[in-house]
């Protein structure tokens, strides 16, 4: 945007005729804006993934290794012959488009490729190529086409631009998952050595220092009693938080976007000052000091890497069980994929709430609970004290976080909670809320500045939404529960809905908690008078 | 384009049929070995496409949830958009492939504020009802024809017919199916035509069966009412491939053929096409998975131990700020 | 007498803002632009209905007798769209110069009298200043876009730098 445009280039932009190309016809434009920039080869190399090398999206020559085909090859079939849902979803799509319209990138940008059909075709027709006789005989007349390198450079351009939210396999009929497609088309790339730095610094951040943007120990504690201070600051109480503590009951795992970037640390500061207030015997890990897994959006391999130490330092510390803060991919990962990576987690006991005496069931092989469950659990109980009303400057809206809801069921626990802390709760439209939640558009490692343009596109559906209840209801603050979330959502507001602001749950939490021996509060968590305070 | 090279070749197969057994009366072709061919490719490409999905395993279990999990006792858990028992395992997957659940889905009310806020529906439901239609249509037509597998016919089949002529028009009655698939495939067809974004999408492959199933359709309206076929040589015939023991009646016109042809293909062809939908759903993971993932451990059967950073080396690089930082180590 | 200018606008309106939308519809490729035109959903397809509805809301503002600053209200959440998707600046903001020829075309104008000379030229001079208008909001869509990298850079290092601030505070502390 920044560069003038010839008068050529401003006239090809003005073009008011359709494509009428195939669709295996029209090359993606690397233009700022709808991209991510490529991982740094040192970050690839030191992690031992395969293939590092420098590339760059604009450039005609991605450098591939010299046997790409057959490496792109291999792994299809390796894929193929590992995961069903991968063979089945190749097969199956009859190409009904009921979920044409239902992924927010289509919504936002109207770029047809972004339909989720369309984007598991990009896969399908190399599928039909190479491994159906059909295909191989008919070629594109049976949907299936050569692989070229500007298939490759396809596949970047539109894996990278889905955020694994998994709303169109809601309504496939045949339970289709894009989140599959677009997570095998990242394997095979990640295999070529294509994938992007805001993925790959995450993950050799975590995997080396503990967390994702490689926060070492020490900075850990310093952030962590900087927080202590401003909590100490609105509520008069000192709060100590036990690290890589022996013989805690409870490990408590959460994002670390939540303890680095604002406004996950209020939530943070909420987790704290519940653990404080009921008395809870837990302990935080610098070690394993990350809950998020950028693993996810990248190969399998890297998932289960990063996901080792949660159960690893939990048995080390010798914890009974694992608490898990607001977070949406990482709750993915817990919820349907640690266990089977790497459990069983038979050095642990069943989660039981040691204030409420609960037992959770449904965390009794896992042993993780949600902090959402848990919370929601005290609030049953009475085991907390709250008073809502110093919540009343808030009008709040929920954003369903796309992988609690789509992934897990988490619907009504964070309901629950948001009634009893605060007076003022509408619901957005229905279509856009719980299962059919819309994405903020800044997911599977997509929240990244370069990428901004798209991902205020791919966020309009939501934001939309938003701000059908902030001009009716005059909705100012919008509550989710996942780090990611909270670092895009804000953006997302502050462009499309001006005057809405995004918290996690347990900052609302801590507002209104009530604490013994707690000072009189004169200011919310983020040092804002509470109502009725001010002036 | 794609539609045109696919109704090309439905032409192609018909004409196929009527020259080699109306001029060429290759009857025993047409009328036994091809359709024997056919239901042997249909039967063993069904099994092999089955099988070969199963070969790959389900390494996580990875359903796509529509509703509240099963959490704490006293919130009410969706048992049927979100199942965490094989029990509502198997109610989801019923509501699936009886009715179509996601599809459904789309049929969400929607608001319009045009004008002020109302309520409307979105054209999306027609996706859902053409669906329904033609899918139940094509399965009781399949079942009627029952009556020319079975000697003596059952009384359930006799009265499947009965249900379907209910409107008694005509002689001979007018099955209300008929009419019902042949709208079904017309809106299919044209909503694949007409929505750009479907056009842009669809194949050949997505066309070839609409025609070849119209085909046979207008095959079948056309024997019933128009063109008189001899209904006693055809159950001879069809009996005769039921028992093993083939037979090729002389009395049965050419159309009868075209009709078992384009039967034939549609059999042959289904192993090998999108059709496979149809058994593909049972083994979809998103769908066909209970929502129990921390209650029982799911195996992977191929899960490898990876390269990890363990707790000792990471402390052996960060001791010296750890123990500065007063946070507990584990060697001084 | 003849009917005036501003009269047979009002009275083709309907006419003139469908082929308005239409017009800024096809600025979108062919499959994007079916969806953004069928989908009434306003949540659901957010695009298409914000152009369908505050298209309609500038013509009127146009045909008032107030200057068309006031429009700003509707014009902004067209070119707020536009500002993210993909449009050189000219192509985002050329929507709204689309409808002087529209106008010319529904109304059929070739040649008229001096008086009908003088209220289009009018009605003109307004779309022009409409435009300058989008193109204002344009610019700021696309500052608001440079601020907001900022400040996500800013949220996600307010933490770390407070860290090094007490650290830098603790050396010279020390020393």
């Known amino acids: 945007m920044s560069k003038l445009p010839k008068p050529k280039d401003l006239a090809s932009s003005i073009n008011y005729t359709p494509p009428r190309e195939h669709w295996m016809d029209i090359k993606p434009e690397f233009r700022p804006g709808t991209y991510s920039y490529p991982a740094k080869p040192q970050l690839v190399e030191k992690m031992g993934f395969p293939n590092p090398h420098e590339w760059s999206p604009t450039d005609e020559d991605w450098h591939l290794p010299e046997n790409w085909q057959e490496i792109v090859y291999n792994t299809f079939r390796d894929r193929l012959e590992k995961y069903r849902s991968l063979k089945v979803f190749m097969d199956i799509c009859v190409r009904c488009g009921a979920c044409a319209d239902k992924c927010h990138y289509f919504i936002g940008s109207g770029d047809p490729k972004n339909m989720p059909v369309l984007r598991a075709e990009l896969l399908r027709s190399i599928y039909r190529k190479d491994f159906t006789t059909f295909g191989k005989i008919l070629g594109r007349f049976g949907g299936a086409r050569k692989l070229t390198e500007d298939v490759i450079k396809e596949w970047f351009y539109y894996f990278y631009q889905c955020t694994e939210c998994r709303r169109c396999s809601l309504f496939c009929p045949y339970g289709i998952d894009t989140a599959e497609i677009t997570m095998m088309g990242r394997e095979i790339l990640h295999e070529l050595g294509i994938s992007i730095n805001w993925v790959m610094e995450p993950i050799y951040n975590c995997f080396h220092v503990g967390n994702h943007i490689g926060i070492p120990p020490h900075t850990f504690k310093d952030i962590v009693d900087f927080m202590c201070d401003d909590i100490e600051e609105i509520t008069g109480i000192r709060i100590e938080v036990p690290l890589n503590k022996k013989g805690a009951e409870v490990l408590f795992v959460t994002p670390s976007g939540d303890y680095f970037a604002d406004p996950g640390t209020y939530t943070f500061m909420g987790y704290l000052m519940l653990f404080h207030e009921i008395g809870l015997d837990y302990t935080m890990s610098t070690y394993a000091a990350e809950g998020g897994n950028f693993g996810l959006f990248n190969s399998f391999e890297a998932m289960k890497r990063l996901n080792a130490k949660i159960y690893a330092e939990a048995k080390r510390l010798g914890v009974k069980w694992i608490l898990g803060g607001e977070c949406g991919h990482m709750w993915r990962v817990i919820h349907q994929y640690m266990d089977t990576m790497n459990g069983p987690a038979d050095f642990l006991e069943v989660p039981r709430s040691p204030i409420t005496g609960t037992v959770f069931h449904n965390a009794k092989s896992t042993k993780m609970v949600h902090i959402c469950e848990f919370t929601a659990d005290l609030i049953k109980h009475g085991a907390i004290k709250l008073d809502p009303s110093r919540n009343d400057d808030l009008i709040v809206t929920h954003h369903d976080s796309c992988n609690p809801s789509r992934a897990m069921g988490l619907l009504e626990e964070p309901r629950y909670i948001l009634k009893h802390v605060c007076n003022h709760f509408y619901e957005m439209p229905e279509q856009t809320i719980r299962e059919q939640t819309f994405c903020c558009g800044s997911g599977a490692g997509l929240n990244n500045d370069e990428f901004m343009e798209m991902r205020m596109r791919g966020g309009l559906p939501r934001a939309n939404a938003v701000k059908y209840v902030h001009d009716k209801y005059g909705v100012n603050t919008l509550t989710c529960i996942c780090a990611i979330d909270r670092a895009a959502l804000p953006t997302l507001m502050d462009y499309w809905v001006p005057g809405v602001r995004v918290a996690g749950i347990h900052e609302l939490v801590a507002n209104a908690l009530v604490m013994k021996g707690e000072k009189e509060r004169e200011t919310n968590l983020r040092g804002e008078p509470l109502p009725g305070k001010e002036g | ?332 | 007498m003849k009917e005036s200018f501003f009269k047979k606008l009002e009275e083709n309106q309907d006419k003139i803002v469908k082929k308005w939308v239409e017009f800024a519809l096809s600025t979108y490729p062919s499959k994007a632009k079916e969806f953004f035109e069928k989908q009434k959903d306003p949540f659901l397809n957010p695009v298409g209905n914000v152009l369908k509805n505050e298209l309609m809301e500038i013509y009127k503002g146009l045909l008032q007798p107030k200057a068309p600053e006031d429009l700003c209200f509707h014009v902004d959440p067209i070119v707020r769209v536009r500002a993210v998707q993909d449009f050189s600046p000219s192509s985002a903001v050329m929507i709204f110069w689309g409808l002087k020829d529209i106008v010319k075309e529904v109304l059929e104008i070739k040649d008229f009298d001096g008086s009908e000379w003088l209220e289009m030229d009018r009605f003109f001079r307004r779309i022009d200043q409409l435009c300058l208008l989008a193109f204002d909001i344009f610019m700021s869509c696309r500052e608001k876009i440079w601020e907001l990298k900022t400040k996500e850079v800013h949220a996600n290092i307010r933490n770390i730098l407070r860290h090094y601030q007490n650290q830098r505070k603790k050396d010279e502390g020390g020393s």
């Open chain 2, 1 to 332: 384009m794609s539609a045109v090279y696919s109704l090309i070749i439905v032409l192609a197969l018909v004409l196929v049929a009527v020259v080699g057994a109306g001029g060429g009366g290759l009857h025993a072709l047409f009328g036994v070995v091809i359709p024997y061919v056919a239901f042997v490719v249909f039967l063993a490409g069904f099994i092999y496409r089955v099988i070969n999905w199963a070969k790959s395993p389900v390494p996580f279990r990875i359903p796509t949830t529509a509703g509240q999990q099963e959490s704490l006792k006293w919130i009410k858990q969706n048992k049927l958009d979100n199942p965490s028992t094989t029990w509502g395992v198997i109610g989801r997957m019923v509501l699936e492939i009886l009715f179509f659940r996601s599809l459904f889905r789309n049929t969400k009310m929607q608001l319009k504020v045009n004008g002020g806020p109302s309520l409307s529906y979105g054209s999306s439901k027609f996706l859902w009802v053409g669906a329904i239609v033609f899918h139940y249509c094509f399965f009781i037509i399949l079942l009627r024809h029952g009556r020319f597998f079975t000697d003596p016919v059952p009384g359930c089949i006799e009265w499947l017919d009965k249900l379907d002529s209910i409107l008694q028009i005509g002689v001979p009655n007018i099955y209300i199916t008929e009419f019902l698939i042949v709208g079904a495939l017309l809106y299919l067809f044209l909503r694949r035509v007409c929505d750009s974004k479907l056009r842009y999408i669809s194949l050949p492959a997505d066309y070839f069966p609409l025609f070849l199933i119209m085909a046979i359709v207008i095959t079948g309206i056309l024997m019933r009412y128009f063109i008189r076929t001899d209904i006693v040589a055809a159950k001879d015939l069809i009996m005769g491939l039921v028992t093993l023991h083939p037979k090729v009646p002389e009395t049965l016109g050419t159309i009868f053929y075209v009709h078992v042809f384009l039967v034939s293909i549609l059999m042959a062809y289904f192993p090998w096409s999108k059709l496979m939908h149809a058994g593909g759903i049972f083994l979809s993971p998103t769908r066909n998975l209970a929502n129990n993932n921390r209650m029982k451990r799911h195996i992977n059967p191929w899960n490898y131990p990876v390269k990890l950073h363990t707790y000792e080396e990471w402390e052996d690089e960060f001791r010296d700020v750890l123990k500065e930082a007063g946070i507990p180590v584990e060697k001084e």
